[in-house]
């Protein structure tokens, strides 16, 4: 399967790694991301060595206005799309979070409220086409709630029962939505971070997000041993749970 994907977010570390590979596949790109222009010596690269259309979008995940107006800007300035890989996220300071309303309402806004309007959206072209789908990056940070990092977990929660309700609502036109559960990344939100296990680079994350979006999966977890570790973390009684540091 190929076509042409938007990439929300293309800045990122894993959105660069799965722009490689789905160029590589035969799909066709649109990179939207705030500041686009810093992405163009990456798209004539892909360009140039995939031989794939690659354009460049102006996007701000925080304008939640203009969501509304995103697949006709995307229609317009490259043609119609057929996946939307929505990879965009903010990882936020835990500490400073429980204190400053700002840190707080920067990681609910960006991680929950902006990627649902703006998947809400473009859930409603595709269903309107009847074809293609979404891959949504979330976390494994929201599976369960831990003192070291809830408001980022939160945030990740809420995407994931978000992206469940649009997978069952889009499920009747065939719009597969896919939900990615990430656990610690080498990327620049984690740099510098203490206590981080079981790093991933982004080029693993990006290889099994493909794999499991050419077989349809629901929910991927990446690495794939996440799956069985929260597993685990949400088997443990909240009494116990509730005094251990995690």
Excluded at 172 to 193: I, L
């Amino acid at each position: 399967m190929s076509g042409r994907a938007l990439i929300l977010g293309a800045r990122s570390a894993i959105a660069a790694a799965l722009a490689e590979r789905l160029a590589g596949d035969g799909w066709d790109l649109v990179l939207a991301a705030r500041r686009c222009h810093r992405l163009e010596p990456a798209a004539a690269d892909l360009r140039l060595r995939r031989q794939r259309q690659v354009d460049l979008l102006e996007f701000d995940a925080l304008d939640l206005e203009a969501h509304a107006g995103l697949a006709e800007r995307v229609r317009d300035s490259a043609g119609p799309f057929d996946l939307v890989a929505c990879v965009f996220g903010y990882g936020g300071d835990p500490e400073e979070s429980r204190h400053d309303t700002g840190e707080m309402t920067a990681t609910l806004t960006t991680n929950f409220t902006a990627a649902a309007v703006c998947l809400g959206h473009l859930a409603n072209d595709l269903e309107a086409r009847r074809q293609g789908g979404i891959i949504a990056v979330s976390s494994v940070a929201g599976d369960r709630g831990r003192q070291s990092n809830y408001v980022y977990g939160a945030s990740k929660g809420g995407l994931n029962v978000f992206l469940q309700g649009l997978r069952n609502r889009l499920a009747p036109a065939g719009v597969h939505v896919m939900t990615v559960k990430p656990g610690f990344v080498d990327t620049p939100m984690t740099e510098g971070r203490e206590g981080l296990f079981l790093v991933a680079s982004p080029e693993r994350v990006a290889a099994d997000v493909l794999r499991a979006w050419r077989r349809r999966r629901n929910v991927v977890y990446t690495p794939w041993f996440w799956r069985w570790i929260m597993l685990l973390v949400r088997l443990v009684p909240e009494g116990l749970f509730k005094r251990l540091r995690l």
